[in-house]
C-alpha cells in the first residue's frame, strides 16, 4: 500500500494521511482518532473516503474546504466531470499564479454523468489533501437557472454562482427589423432618460445608444437583468458567494453596448458581481479552437474588457476550452485579469489515454457514440461537427487512433457524448463502458495527469503570452 507523500498531515497528536489501495484510496490515522468513521478492506486505522469523512477533512484542515477566489487576478474553472482530474490540474497551479475553481459542474453535467455537487466537491477536497495544495481553491455551481438550483449548490457549501440568464434572453430580437422592433418595444421612461442618445465611456471607447441598438437591447435583456437582480437579493446579497452572470448560452452576441447595458443596471440596481461572462462574436464551441474573425474579436474584445474595468469586475469566458488562437488577445486586453472556464477538454484528455492504453476499448466507445449516442447528445450542445469528415475506424490502424483528438469533429463527437457514454448500460443493467473506464484510468493514472499537465499548461503558457512578454 503507498502512501501519498504530500498527504502526510498533523492535528496535534495525530497524523492524518491519505494511503493507495489496489482499487480504491483509504485515509489512515495515526495516533488519537478525530471523528473519522467506517470501516474498510485496508483494516483498523483505515477509513473509507466517503462524503462524511470529506466533510470532516475540511473542517480538520480548512485549506481543503473551497472559498470566494475571484478577487483573485487570474482564475481559472476546470471542471473535472470524471472526479479524477484533480491531480493533474493542481500540477499546472504549481506553476502559475492563477487560482483554480477545481469543483466545476452545471446542472446539466451532473444530469449527464449521474453525479451531485456534493460529490464534485468531495473529490475535490480529497485531491487538494492529497497533494497538499494550499493556495486556496474555489467551487462554481455552474450555468444555475433558478432558485432551487441556486439553494442546492450554496447548501453543498459552494462559493461561486454562476446564474445562466439564458431562458430570459430573447434570441428572436436579432432578426427583427427596425420596424418590429419598434413595435414591440413598449417604452420605458426611466431607461430611456439614461441611456437612449447618449454615448458612455469606457477607457476611452465610446459606447453609444442610439435609438434602434437601445430598443434592441431593452427587449433582450431586460427580464434577465430582473433575474439576476432577484438571485443575488435573494442568494448572495450579504454573503461571501462569488456571483458571475452569464449570458453566454444564447445564440445572440452580445455586443459592447448591450454589455454596457447589462453591466450598468446591474450596478445601478446595487448588483455586486465578480465576473460576466458575455457572448462574444464568432464560435465558442465545444473542445475546438475559435471559428471566426479573429480581428473582429480582437476589436470587440478590446470594449468588453474595458467595460469590465470600468465596472470593477473581469470578463470570464465560458467554452474557454482549447481557444488558444484566442488566448494572446485575452491575456493583454484584460490585462492579465480574467476567469477562464474550462471542463470538457479534461474528458478527451482522458479519452485520448483510453485511444493509446486499450485501442479496443476505444473502438468500442468511438462506435457507439458515432452509431448512437451522437444524435441524442447534439441537443444538448451548438456543435457544427461534420461526421463526414471524420476517418473511418476500419481505415485506421491502433496506433493512429490518438490522432483522431487532433480532428475537430472527432473531437467533438468525443466531446459532447460523455454523458452517454458514461452511463450506458447493457441488457442486464450493468455499465457498459464505465467500470472498464475507470479501472483503465485508475491504472494510468500518471499519465492522465502528465497529459493534464502538459494540456491545460498550455491554455494558461498562451494566456500569460498576452501580458507577460
Same mark, same amino acid.
Given at each position: ?100 475553481? /477545481?469543483?466545476?459542474? *452545471?446542472?446539466? @453535467?451532473?444530469? =449527464? ?7 464534485? !466537491? %468531495? #473529490? ?19 450555468? /444555475?437557472?433558478?432558485? *432551487?438550483?441556486? @439553494?442546492?449548490? =450554496? ?7 454562476? !446564474? %445562466? #440568464? ?29 441611456? =437612449? ?273
Amino acid at each position: 500500500m503507498f502512501q501519498y507523500p504530500r498527504s502526510i498531515h498533523k492535528i496535534g497528536d495525530t497524523t492524518v494521511s491519505m494511503v493507495r489501495g489496489e482499487d480504491a484510496d483509504y485515509l489512515k490515522v495515526d495516533g488519537p482518532n478525530p471523528g473519522f468513521a467506517g470501516t474498510c478492506a485496508a483494516g483498523e486505522g483505515f477509513f473509507p473516503l466517503d462524503h462524511a469523512n470529506t466533510v470532516l477533512l475540511r473542517k480538520l484542515f480548512p485549506f481543503c474546504a473551497p472559498k470566494p477566489i475571484l478577487t483573485s487576478m487570474r482564475t481559472v474553472g476546470v471542471g473535472d466531470r470524471l472526479g479524477i482530474a484533480t491531480p493533474g490540474h493542481l500540477r499546472v497551479f504549481e506553476k502559475y499564479d492563477a487560482i483554480p475553481v /477545481l469543483a466545476q459542474q *452545471s446542472i446539466r @453535467e451532473l444530469t =449527464l454523468t449521474n453525479r451531485t455537487f456534493g460529490d464534485v !466537491l %468531495d #473529490c475535490a477536497t480529497r485531491a487538494v489533501f492529497r497533494e497538499d495544495f494550499q493556495r486556496g481553491y474555489g467551487a462554481d455551481g455552474d450555468h /444555475l437557472k433558478t432558485d *432551487s438550483e441556486v @439553494e442546492y449548490a =450554496l447548501g453543498e457549501g459552494y462559493t461561486m454562482l454562476t !446564474l %445562466d #440568464c439564458s431562458e430570459h434572453i430573447r434570441n428572436d430580437v436579432l432578426g427583427m427589423s427596425a420596424g418590429q422592433v419598434a413595435a414591440e418595444y413598449a417604452g420605458n421612461a426611466e431607461l430611456e432618460s439614461i441611456y =437612449l442618445g447618449k454615448t458612455f465611456d469606457a477607457e476611452g471607447h465610446g459606447v453609444t445608444f442610439g435609438e434602434d441598438d437601445f430598443r434592441r437591447t431593452c427587449l433582450i435583456y431586460c427580464k434577465a437583468i430582473d433575474h439576476a437582480v432577484a438571485i443575488y437579493r435573494k442568494h448572495v446579497e450579504g454573503r461571501p458567494v462569488d456571483f458571475e452572470v452569464s449570458i453566454d448560452e444564447t445564440m445572440t452576441p452580445t455586443t459592447p453596448v448591450q454589455h454596457y447595458f447589462v453591466a450598468n443596471e446591474l450596478a445601478r440596481r446595487g448588483v455586486k458581481i465578480a465576473t460576466v461572462a458575455p457572448r462574444f462574436c464568432g464560435e465558442f464551441q465545444k473542445g475546438i479552437d475559435y471559428i471566426g474573425d479573429l480581428k473582429q474579436f480582437e476589436k470587440e474584445m478590446a470594449v468588453h474588457a474595458a467595460i469590465a474595468r470600468t465596472f470593477g469586475y473581469k470578463l470570464s469566458i465560458h467554452s474557454g476550452s482549447d481557444k488558444f488562437s484566442t488566448f494572446p488577445i485575452i491575456g493583454r486586453l484584460t490585462k492579465g485579469n480574467f476567469h477562464l472556464k474550462t471542463a470538457g477538454t479534461n474528458w478527451l484528455e482522458a479519452m485520448r489515454v483510453v485511444a493509446k492504453t486499450d485501442p479496443a476499448l476505444y473502438r468500442e466507445i468511438h462506435a457507439y457514440a458515432l452509431d448512437t449516442a451522437f444524435a441524442e447528445a447534439r441537443k444538448y450542445y451548438h456543435v457544427t461537427t461534420d461526421l463526414g469528415k471524420i476517418p473511418p475506424l476500419d481505415t485506421l490502424d491502433d496506433s493512429s487512433l490518438e490522432g483522431l483528438f487532433d480532428q475537430n469533429d472527432a473531437r467533438q463527437l468525443i466531446h459532447i457524448t460523455y454523458g452517454l457514454i458514461l452511463t450506458v448500460k447493457d441488457a442486464s443493467g450493468a455499465f457498459r463502458f464505465r467500470d472498464r473506464l475507470f479501472r483503465l484510468w485508475r491504472e494510468h493514472e500518471e499519465e492522465y495527469s502528465s497529459r493534464l499537465e502538459k494540456h491545460i499548461g498550455r491554455h494558461l503558457e498562451m494566456l500569460y503570452d498576452g501580458f507577460s512578454r
